[in-house]
């Protein structure tokens, strides 16, 4: 089995790639330091990202390490509007929300929203039946069993690519059990959530596992703290790791890649389609 992803008016086949952007309504995110925080800078970023091509626009409203809290009625006050702005102006391109919550989700899909990011390995068992009830797509991910916003203190599994795995299927299987569309779901190993660098590198060196399923595989590897520590680089000096990693997981099969920088990813997604077209034809 090897679903095409459908979110909305966009399209994914398998060996296919898509590009999702991100774009943070935070004032404190750890790589741009709240500088689309402001509706307007949030909405000319998003331009941006499309023109670079960009299928899809992540929207988020809570940073996701620790710092300020953040309650509902505040996070859907960032999100919400943004998502009716990027629908009406961009009507190509799939709208997703990075949100661990139930209540925002019921939000953002009256906004228009296609997709639900949810990077905390479904923390709110409400949320997978709100996104079967309104449409809505979902990215089923590995967080640890982590509180949302919380670190990690020396995480420890026996394989961390089997045990990922093995819980992404179960949300998966939980969510088409509760009405999500099997083509509209995308499993997350969710480099660094509950994991430590060698966790995020080994499954990035072996993410064919996760592909195997069938699933469509969304990797979320920008500018992370693994890629930091791997190369002892702060986090404005990431690039070049950053494209090395999404290089790798496209040769392996990811489908999906969540990036800060679209251009510079779709040149590395352009090189390794042409080697691995170049190999298909002898």
């Given at each position: 089995?090897?679903?095409?992803?459908?979110?909305?008016?966009?399209?994914?086949?398998?060996?296919?790639?898509?590009?999702?952007?991100?774009?943070?309504?935070?004032?404190?995110?750890f790589y741009d330091n709240g500088a689309t925080y402001a509706f307007?800078?949030?909405?000319?970023?998003?331009?941006?990202?499309?023109?670079?091509?960009?299928?899809i626009i992540d929207i988020g409203g809570v940073k996701a390490g620790e710092g300020e809290e953040v309650g509902?009625?505040?996070?859907?006050?960032?999100?919400?509007?943004?998502?009716?702005?990027?629908?009406?102006?961009?009507?190509?391109?799939a709208v997703s929300v990075d949100t661990w919550r139930a209540e925002v989700a019921l939000a953002v899909a009256d906004a228009g929203a296609h997709l639900i990011n949810d990077a905390w390995g479904g923390v709110d068992p409400a949320?997978?039946?709100?996104?079967?009830?309104?449409?809505?797509?979902l990215v089923c991910s590995h967080a640890g069993g982590l509180a949302p916003r919380t670190v990690a203190r020396d995480p420890r599994y026996r394989d961390v690519v089997g045990e990922v795995t093995a819980y992404v299927t179960s949300q998966v299987e939980?969510?088409?059990a509760a009405g999500v569309a099997p083509?509209?779901?995308?499993?997350?190993?969710?480099?660094?959530?509950?994991?430590?660098?060698r966790h995020s590198l080994e499954l990035t060196r072996r993410l064919d596992v996760m592909v195997a399923t069938g699933w469509p595989?969304?990797?979320?590897?920008?500018n992370k703290d693994f890629i930091g520590e791997?190369?002892?680089?702060?986090?404005?000096?990431?690039?070049?790791?950053?494209?090395?990693?999404?290089?790798?997981?496209?040769?392996?099969g990811a489908r999906v890649f969540r990036v800060h920088n679209v251009a510079a990813a779709w040149q590395a997604l352009a090189a390794v389609t042409a080697m691995r077209d170049a190999g298909a034809g002898g």
């Open positions: 089995m090897s679903l095409t992803l459908r979110l909305g008016p966009v399209q994914v086949p398998p060996g296919s790639f898509a590009v999702m952007a991100v774009i943070n309504r935070t004032p404190d995110s307007g800078a949030a909405l000319e970023a998003a331009g941006r990202a499309v023109s670079d091509g960009a299928q509902v009625s505040e996070e859907i006050r960032r999100v919400a509007g943004l998502v009716s702005a990027v629908r009406e102006r961009y009507p190509g391109v949320l997978a039946q709100v996104a079967a009830d309104r449409g809505l797509g939980r969510a088409v083509e509209a779901i995308l499993i997350d190993p969710a480099h660094d959530f509950g994991k430590d660098t595989v969304l990797v979320a590897l920008s791997a190369l002892a680089r702060p986090v404005t000096e990431r690039t070049e790791g950053t494209l090395a990693a999404v290089a790798v997981s496209a040769w392996l």
